[in-house]
C-alpha cells in the first residue's frame, strides 16, 4: 500500500510542474491522429478514416524506449499483456491480447507473416526481435483473418521497420547490460541501401524465483535492405535480416539451473514489387523465414528432482509464402482490395533425454511428413463518405491441405455523430489453423479442425485540440478450441477441439496535451471463461491464466526545457491465476499472483539537433513482479543512452 500511496504523490507532484518551463509550441493531438497513416487495409491510409480500432506507437516513443525490449512496450498498451517481459532476460514470452490465448495474435514484420512453425502455437520468439530498429508499430485489434488469414483472432501486431535517416546508440547501465546499434540508410542515384546492427549483451538475474545465480542473455541482428524505381510507376524492395540470441535458462519454478541453456536464430528473405495505376496499385510480394532453436541441458549440475541427467532439443521451422493482391479506386468513392495467398509450412523436430534408465529419444518430426500448405482469396469494399460514414466489408475463403475449406468475414460501419466524435462497430469471424505440432507430434491429431472465432466490438472516439478518448466494449466467442487432453493409453495424451471460450471487457484511452505537457490514461478490464466437455464431462472454469481482470496505465510527461523533457509512467497489475504441477500431490495446483506496481522514469537532454542522452529507470519501486509461478521478476535498475541520429 505504501508504494502505491508514494507512486501516486510522486504522479501527482510530477503533474504539478510549473507551465514556466514548458515549450512554446503546443500539442494538436486531433491533427496527428488525423495524419497518422497505417495499413490496416494493406495500403497506407489516414487512422481517422477507419472504424476498426488501431493503435499507432510512433518512432518517438520508440526511441524513447530504448533500454527495453520489445514485449515491454507493448506491455504498456491497453488490452495488452506480455507475460515474460518483465521477467529475466530470455524468458519465454507469452503474447496476450483482450484475453485471448497466446498464438491468436499475428505478428507481421513490414506486412509479412512471421510465424516459427516448430512453436506449438507457431509464434516468432520475440527475444529475437531489435526494438530500436522499428520505425513504428501498429496493433489492430479484433479478428483480422479476412486480410490476414490464420492466427489473427484477436489481432494483428505489424513491425515496420526503419527505411531512412543513420543512426547509432550506445547503452549501458545495470544488471551488467550493454547494447551497441549502429544504422545507415543511403540513397545512391535510384537505389536505396540500408544496413542496421545490434548487439546486446546482459549478466541478468536468475529466472527462478529465490535464487542467487545469474541468468544472462546475449543478442545480435543484422539487417539489410536494397531498393529502387522502375520506370516512373514502378518500384521494388528486398530485405534479408539475422537474427541470434543465447540465454541462460533455470530448471522451472524456484529450481535453480547452472548448465541449461537456448540458442535461437531467424534468417528472413522477403520481396516486394509495387507497381501504380491511375486508379490502384497492385502488390506481389514473397517471403521465407527459417528458424532454429536449440536446447542443452549439460549434466555438470544436477538438480535433485531432475527427470534427467543430460538433454538436446532441436526444432527447425520453414515459414515460406507468395501474395499478390490489388487496391482499387471504383467510382462513388469506393475502394476495394482483392488478393491471392499461398503459405508453406514445416518443421523438424528431435529430442532426446539421458536418465538413469537410460537414453531415450523422442519420436523425430521430420518436415516431408510435418508440413501443411494454406492457398485463400480475399476481397474486401471499402467506402468512406468525408465527416458522414464509412463502411467496410470483406470475406476470405481459405483452403488448409488437411482439414479443408473454411470461411470469414468482416463488416464494419461507423459514422461521425458530431464534431470528430466517431462511433463505430464491428463484427469479425476468424480462424487459426492447427500448428504443425499439434497435427504431427506424438500428442498430435490429424483430424484436427480450425479454431473458429467470433467478435463484436463497439465504440466511440472522441478526436479534440488538446484532448481524445477512446471507448471500446468487445466480446469474442471461440469455438473447436485447441486443447491437450489426457488419455488412459499411449502415449497418454493428444489434442483435441473440445474447448469453448468465451472473453468480453472494455478497454478505456485517453490523451491531453497543453503546452509541453501531456499525459496518457488506460484501463482494461476482462472477464473470461472457458468450457470443455470431456468423456461426457462438462466443466467451465476462468479462461484468464496469467491475464489480470484489471490493469492501469499513466503516463505524465513534460518538456522542462527546450532541451530537457521527463516523463514519469506507472501500471497496475490485478491479481491473476497460474498453475503448476506439484511433484509432491502429482497434481496441478492453481496459485494466485499477487497485484503489483510497476514504474519508471525516463528523463531525455539533447546537446543539439543530432546528439541526445536519455536515463531510464525501471522498476522504481523494486516490486519484484511474479509473471509467472516460480519465477523472478526484474529488479529495480538504471540505463544510460547515448543516442545520435542524422
Known sequence: MFNIRLTLITAFSFACLPSLYAAKTAIRLD???????????????????????????????????????????????????????????????????????TGNVLLL????????????????????????????????????????????????????????????????????????????QKTIKKLRVGLSLKNFQTQGFSAAANQKEKDGMGQQNIRVNVGSTLGKYSDWDLYYQSEFYRADLDGGPTIDERDYAAKASNHAFRAQFHRQFVRGDLFVRVFQDITHRFFRNDSTDIPANAYSNYSESAYVGLNQGAESYVKWRLPASIQTVAGVEYRNQAT????????????????????????????????????????????????????????GTNFTYHV??????????????????????????????????????????KTLEAGFEQQLEKFTVRLVAFQQDVQDGIIFQSIMEEPYGRYMNVAKQNTKGLELEARYAWKGFSTELSYTYLDGQMNQVINGKDSTFSSLIRRPKHQVSLRLNQQLTKRWSASIYTQYVGERTDYYYDDASYQTQDVTLGRYVWTELQSTYSFNKHWRLQALVKNVLNQRPVEQYGYSGQPRNVQLILLGTF
Open 109 to 184: 514484420i513490414d506486412g509479412f507473416p512471421a510465424n516459427d512453425p516448430s512453436h506449438i502455437s507457431s509464434v516468432l520468439d520475440w527475444n529475437l526481435i531489435d526494438l530500436g530498429s522499428l520505425e513504428r508499430i501498429e496493433i489492430m485489434k479484433g479478428g483480422q483473418s479476412t486480410l490476414y488469414g490464420s492466427d489473427a483472432m484477436a489481432g494483428v501486431i505489424n513491425l515496420v521497420t526503419r527505411k531512412s535517416g543513420t543512426s547509432i546508440s550506445l547503452q549501458g547501465g545495470g544488471l551488467g547490460t550493454h547494447a551497441e546499434a549502429f544504422q545507415i
Open 31 to 101: 491533427s496527428l491522429l488525423t495524419e497518422v497513416q497505417v495499413k490496416a487495409s494493406k495500403y497506407p491510409s489516414k487512422l481517422a478514416q477507419t472504424g476498426k480500432v488501431i493503435t499507432v506507437i510512433s518512432q518517438e516513443q520508440i526511441q524513447r524506449s530504448i533500454g527495453k525490449n520489445l514485449g515491454e512496450l507493448l506491455q504498456e498498451s491497453v488490452g495488452i499483456s506480455i507475460v515474460g517481459a518483465r521477467s529475466a532476460p530470455g524468458s519465454n514470452q507469452e503474447v496476450y491480447v483482450r484475453g485471448a490465448n
Open 412 to 453: 464494419n460501419p461507423y459514422a461521425y455523430v458530431w464534431p470528430k466524435g466517431k462511433l463505430f462497430a464491428n463484427y469479425y469471424s476468424s480462424f487459426k489453423a492447427p500448428s504443425l505440432y499439434q497435427l504431427y507430434s506424438p500428442y498430435g491429431n490429424q483430424a484436427l479442425q480450425a479454431e473458429y472465432g
Open 348 to 403: 523438424t523436430q528431435t529430442d532426446f533425454s539421458i536418465s538413469g534408465y537410460g537414453r531415450y529419444d523422442s519420436p523425430a518430426l521430420a518436415a516431408s511428413l510435418a508440413n501443411i500448405q494454406l492457398v485463400a482469396g480475399y476481397l474486401t469494399f471499402e467506402k468512406h463518405q468525408a465527416d458522414a460514414w464509412g463502411l467496410e466489408l470483406g470475406g476470405r475463403l481459405s483452403n488448409h491441405s488437411l482439414y
